[in-house]
């Protein structure tokens, strides 16, 4: 369905006068996704996990700039392609609760967005209806405002949004933070109901064992950048995980030991090299030299020397 | 001893009751766990417990005494996003000063580096911006400190790192924690005891239950 290849995000912005500097948030970052397949996008905060869905619906800032290899369904992913493609084919949950329109009520909006997306005029009003009892949302919400909501309603309101229509990749930004366990279940096992229906789901989020429930794979952002690709299944125990981050995460999981046995990461270095090697312990001097290639093991990747 | 006496709140009088006639006491150094679904009034009891919002009945103490009106809050509270708790256009130097010259020490314990104080919150973080907020809660005055969601947006390794130090400085200075999260296994490592919140719809009170 996607397949990214080699992604890397620059910023520029001016320092001083006229100089320019450019930031490189985001490098050699891999990741694809099969139809019927949910993906769990976990990792450090600010790795770039947000960034990336912007980056595949091409919303992102002016001052950035994207190189590397996007295609879907097998065909590159031009900004052309990708203006027709984002909201009927590509949809986003956003992470933000402000990406409600403030103005409007939210039943207009779910069926503005059912209607972008292909759905024809008379059909909308029931597909909406649907929509908001799929997420237990009463039917007066649809004439209320976004204020109105409690912060659990708009979220939901938002899936409604995205899920309301034909798209066959969705990328869902952190649903489930702010919710309840039991609604958060909910919410991704509504994801995992229309994975089951051949559609692709990218689901970016920090809550590593809600995610572990409905995903097939997973993904690990460190430092912008892919450090590891694997099975839902790998993270019953240390002894599947390849990567010294992603053994670290896990660790300081609270239902595991809860102890961080990295540093957290705040630096990393641009001179070559692994990019988190000031922050891992098992580094040495290989991990100076040379940054390390995503390779293959087992059923998943990994980018480390030593794994 | 932090002390809710049969506390009642509402956001107006239309509106029906959060929760009326709730008692809670926290003694110090005692870390107590508060869950329980959206939007039954977890952070309003925590807004209520530092003084940002005035009971409509009962009262808050701290060792005997109500909050006090103006000056230092002895009872302090950390939100879940930290950049809308500070001034978007002060340096985190400036936003540390807000409680006093800040202490070294505590900045060394929180892993706060002194390259971080020149730069603009925006530059931070939000684990970086989190340890500054709570660098600026916890002043040698702050006897409880009231965590609602304080690590939620923040990953496992951070979230591990800074509760640590949380509570270390709980065990050494003997303050009273309470801790707000969706996190059963969180509150499960971290608390003493924790209550359930919930709200019995035909009474419209909510109830505190010790677990």
């Given at each position: 369905m996607l397949?990214?290849?080699?992604?890397?995000?620059?910023?520029?912005?001016?320092?001083?006068?006229?100089?320019?500097?450019?930031?490189?948030?985001?490098?050699?970052?891999?990741?694809?996704i099969a139809p019927g397949q949910v993906m769990a996008v976990i990792g450090q905060s600010g790795a770039g996990k947000s960034l990336l869905a912007h980056a595949l619906l091409g919303?992102?800032?002016?001052?950035?700039?994207?190189?590397?290899?996007?295609?879907?369904?097998?065909?590159?992913?031009?900004?052309?392609?990708?203006?027709?493609?984002?909201?009927?084919?590509?949809?986003?949950?956003?992470?933000?609760?402000?990406?409600?329109?403030?103005?409007?009520?939210?039943?207009?909006?779910?069926?503005?967005?059912?209607?972008?997306?292909?759905?024809?005029?008379?059909?909308?009003?029931?597909?909406?209806?649907?929509?908001?009892?799929?997420?237990?949302?009463?039917?007066?919400?649809?004439?209320?405002?976004?204020?109105?909501?409690?912060?659990?309603?708009?979220?939901?309101?938002?899936?409604?949004?995205?899920?309301?229509?034909?798209?066959?990749?969705?990328?869902?930004?952190?649903?489930?933070?702010?919710?309840?366990?039991?609604?958060?279940?909910e919410a991704l096992g509504h994801l995992r109901e229309l994975a089951n229906t051949g559609k692709a789901v990218l689901l970016i989020t920090h809550d590593i064992e809600t995610a572990l429930q409905v995903?097939?794979?997973?993904?690990?952002?460190?430092?912008?950048?892919?450090?590891?690709?694997?099975?839902a299944e790998d993270f019953k125990g240390l002894g599947h995980l390849r990567h010294p981050y992603t053994r670290a995460l896990w660790a300081a999981l609270p239902t595991n030991s809860f102890i961080g046995t990295m540093k957290p990461i705040e630096r990393t270095s641009d001179t070559g090299g692994c990019p988190f090697r000031l922050c891992c312990n098992d580094q040495d001097a290989v991990c100076g030299q040379s940054a390390p290639e995503l390779k293959r093991t087992g059923e998943g990747w990994v980018r480390c020397h030593h794994a | 001893m932090l002390e809710a006496t049969s506390l009642a709140y509402r956001y107006g009088k239309q509106r029906s009751w959060l929760f009326n006639d709730l008692n809670l006491r926290i003694t110090p150094g005692e870390i107590v766990?508060?869950?329980?679904?959206?939007?039954?009034?977890?952070?309003?009891?925590?807004?209520?417990?530092?003084?940002?919002?005035?009971?409509?009945?009962?009262?808050?103490?701290?060792?005997?005494r109500p909050l006090p009106g103006s000056g230092h809050c002895p009872v302090q509270l950390l939100f879940q996003h930290p950049e809308l708790a500070v001034n978007p256009r002060w340096k985190a130097r400036d936003i540390l000063a807000e409680a006093g010259p800040p202490d070294a020490a505590l900045l060394r314990d929180l892993g706060i580096e002194p390259?971080?104080?020149?730069?603009?919150?925006?530059?931070?973080?939000?684990?970086?911006?989190?340890?500054?907020?709570?660098?600026?809660?916890?002043?040698?005055?702050?006897?409880?400190?009231?965590?609602?969601?304080?690590?939620?947006?923040?990953?496992?390794?951070?979230?591990?790192?800074?509760?640590?130090?949380?509570?270390?400085?709980?065990?050494s200075r003997e303050l009273g924690l309470v801790v707000i999260s969706h996190d059963q296994a969180l509150l499960g490592k971290l608390c003493h005891r924790s209550v359930c919140?919930?709200?019995?719809?035909?009474?419209?009170?909510?109830?505190?239950?010790?677990?």
């Open positions: 397949a990214i290849q080699n992604l890397s995000i620059r910023f520029t912005h001016y320092t001083f006068g006229l100089k320019k500097k450019e930031v490189c948030v985001v490098r050699g970052l891999d990741l694809s919303i992102l800032p002016r001052n950035a700039r994207i190189e590397g290899k996007v295609s879907f369904k097998g065909q590159r992913l031009t900004p052309e392609r990708l203006a027709t493609l984002r909201g009927s084919q590509i949809a986003l949950i956003p992470q933000s609760v402000t990406s409600l329109n403030p103005l409007l009520r939210v039943g207009v909006q779910v069926a503005r967005a059912a209607r972008l997306s292909g759905i024809s005029q008379k059909d909308v009003p029931t597909t909406v209806h649907r929509a908001f009892a799929r997420y237990l949302l009463q039917k007066e919400v649809e004439t209320w405002f976004p204020f109105q909501l409690s912060g659990g309603m708009a979220r939901r309101v938002l899936t409604a949004t995205a899920t309301v229509g034909m798209a066959d990749l969705i990328l869902a930004d952190e649903p489930t933070s702010g919710l309840d366990p039991i609604t958060a279940g995903a097939d794979m997973v993904t690990v952002f460190c430092a912008g950048t892919t450090v590891e690709v694997a099975r | 766990g508060m869950s329980g679904p959206s939007g039954r009034g977890k952070s309003t009891l925590a807004k209520l417990l530092a003084g940002y919002l005035t009971p409509s009945r009962g009262s808050v103490m701290v060792d005997g390259a971080w104080l020149a730069r603009y919150p925006h530059e931070l973080s939000g684990g970086e911006l989190q340890r500054i907020c709570l660098a600026r809660a916890l002043t040698s005055r702050t006897r409880y400190l009231l965590c609602d969601e304080m690590t939620s947006m923040l990953d496992p390794l951070t979230q591990a790192s800074i509760w640590r130090t949380v509570l270390d400085i709980s065990r919140y919930f709200q019995n719809d035909h009474l419209s009170s909510a109830c505190l239950l010790a677990t």
